[in-house]
DNA sequence: CTTTTTTGAAAGAAAATGATTGTTTTTGAT
DNA sequence: ATCAAAAACAATCATTTTCTTTCAAAAAAG
């Protein structure tokens, strides 16, 4: 990986989480602890970051505008796994849906191919896929708050107008028989919608979505691929699904 | 295969994907490392890209973002002025449809009115108006690197979805003869259909947008109200232009 | 056919990387 | 508060990768 891309990546996760430890960087970089010590070196001497003990923080600008990312506190070295699993499917000449959410987001940082366009409804998105110089394609629509997702009859149409080779799609519960659901049943609609048109769909899910539901189903198990973390406790529970579906469990 | 080819071959790669390494390119055009380690010296040296250690970039804009921020910067409080002035236009319970830019961005903090709706194609103006606690809803399409305006076949198609009360635009150029104008035609559509389909259509102008002329004309000044601000030195020239239209010039 | 330009290959120089060293900072138990 | 263990750090070195320089062959131009 070139150094301006690693640094960019560390940029990014930045903006994201306003800190990072080192192991989040070396893990999601796959560069070494030096490489990174270095990095961080070289962009705190440019301003583009502070470094701490243990890492590195976001500088201290006085101006700074709360951005649309913001209330990221929950992103875990566990969704950098699982999005880099993600991008790993992610090949030259994709056309791709990425859902709103921020276990897809941690997936745009780690998409190697080239020529990917790249179609989202969710604003946290838009930003980190133009950072990435991707080809950016934005569903219209009413933006929600909280999730800051679009969605309403602009966002199902145009959904229509799109060709996904693959879609990957954020979930809040994953069940063994009531599949893959999410609060919102307009979010909901979407998902479903970008299931069913995509050649192939990735469901992202952290630990804490296993064996859980929530208000609106948008796809069965065996409707999509399920990305997900192979962690001790919920080795069972995956193995009990991996006979609905297909799943991908990424090892710490 | 030609030297300018190749060369072409780069930059147009690169054009997409921001970042480039070097086997990336002997892949894409079939010449050696040597060859094409000299085309991005040559390309270098005419500023069309950076080189960097295992491959090449886009050149750092750097240099022309001090005269940007610069420039910005200067002229804050100008369009503070300016945008204060059009959100006194916003009443309650209106729909409207506020532009990609910066001008335009200013005035949605000011807007006093309850219950407005926004309309947007610009991602800087969706994220101001969240904060403001507008319900908002956002064009679909491309999304045009730079001004990061939606754009395209979707976000005209959404266009015509919504009824506006009032348009609020911003223009690269005010022109007695040529009336108002922008240099991207696409964008330059989109504030065409805005100007048409709103009841009434307000185009903001800082003073350094004053005489001057841009590729795209979007609107004659007949067509849409001019806000802007009476400097002394532009006195004489809105005093030309109220003639052929509605000015209304903010003083400092 | 000769001269100039472009090209690809090779060798040494420079840069980047990962591992290892010893030092500094933090942690937490007394 | 003090000390020892643990964690994080900077400095250094060997290895790998990339870069520049150089030169001769091939292609293009005169």
Redesign the pocket.
Known sequence: ML?FE?QDMILSLLKQQKVAK?SELTEATG??E??I??DL?ELERQNKLK?????ASLPSRKSEEPGMTEKKASFTAEKQLIGRHAASHVEDGDSIFVDAGTSTEAMISHIQAKNVIIVTNGLNIIEASLRFGFRTYVLGGYVKSGTHALIGKSAVEAMRQYRFDKAFIGTNGVDASFGYSTPDPEEAYIKQIAVQEAQEAYVLADSSKLNRTSFSRFAGLQDAALITEAGSDSEEYLQQLSELTSIEAVKI
């Open positions: 150094t690693r080192l560069a070494s030096s490489t010590r270095r070196s470094r701490i003990h243990g890492g």
